[in-house]
């Protein structure tokens, strides 16, 4: 007996935005915990001459703050210019009202999800506000390596590492808003997990696995 196919098979993430996903995921991760750790150092006594552990630490946040800089220029670029546009065509849901409302329903289990492109309306805003605070904690991550290595690519970035300090209000405010920003990164992390898997279950599409194949599954009706 032979079983037709139920499902059709729809490509919407390319090699690039996948292999971005997953690095940028990576960064993160690592950036979080170098992060707390550097703001408390709990692994060195105080007043030990033992600095080995701090400086491995700060090279890690340090390489995978430059990752995450290049990760997310490179996402901004693909964006606006990758000739698979099924991003940009998310945004016809945003200005569209009934995508909203539509979903909103789907959200509170009354209805399905209808999209232009990958991602609703909602997902579309959450994504670019968290784009910008990527650019925004890359932002102040460069003024604090400018402040402490001053040769090299710190010294090309001082001069303008020393307006946005000034800008900010100094050194300590920029410190900050770089701890805040981070803070905004885990909290949208844990919503995101969440409602990718949540949104699997719930329409049986759009899940977690479309980020690592690259294939999203729509029941044929």
């Avoid at 550097?38 to 001459?49: K, N």
Wanted: a positive charge; hydrophobic letters at 50%.
């Amino acid at each position: 007996m032979q079983h037709q196919a139920t499902h059709t098979r729809h490509y919407i993430f390319t090699p690039a935005i996948r292999i971005f996903h997953w690095l940028r995921a990576l960064s993160i991760l690592i950036l979080v915990i170098s992060g707390f750790y550097l703001a408390w150092p709990f692994l060195v006594a105080p007043g030990t001459s033992d600095v080995l552990v701090q400086g491995w630490i700060r090279f890690a946040h340090i390489i995978f703050g430059f990752a995450l800089t290049a990760i997310t220029l490179a996402r901004f670029y693909l964006f606006f210019f990758s000739r698979h546009n099924i991003e940009r065509r998310s945004f016809k849901d945003v200005l569209s009202v009934s995508s909203w409302i539509s979903q909103l329903k789907s959200y509170l289990w009354m209805g399905k999800l209808n999209k232009a492109g990958v991602y609703g309306p909602l997902q579309f805003m959450t994504y670019v506000a968290i784009s910008f605070v990527a650019l925004l904690i890359c932002i102040t991550g460069l003024v604090l390596y400018a402040n402490v290595y001053h040769q090299g690519l710190g010294g090309a970035l001082w001069e303008i590492s020393a307006w946005i300090t000034a800008q900010m209000g100094g050194l300590a405010y920029v410190r900050v808003i770089h701890h805040y920003l981070m803070w905004a990164f885990i909290i949208f992390v844990v919503i995101h997990v969440y409602m990718a898997v949540w949104s699997g279950i719930r329409f049986r599409h759009n899940s977690v696995d479309s980020i690592v194949s690259g294939y999203d599954y729509h029941k044929d009706h």
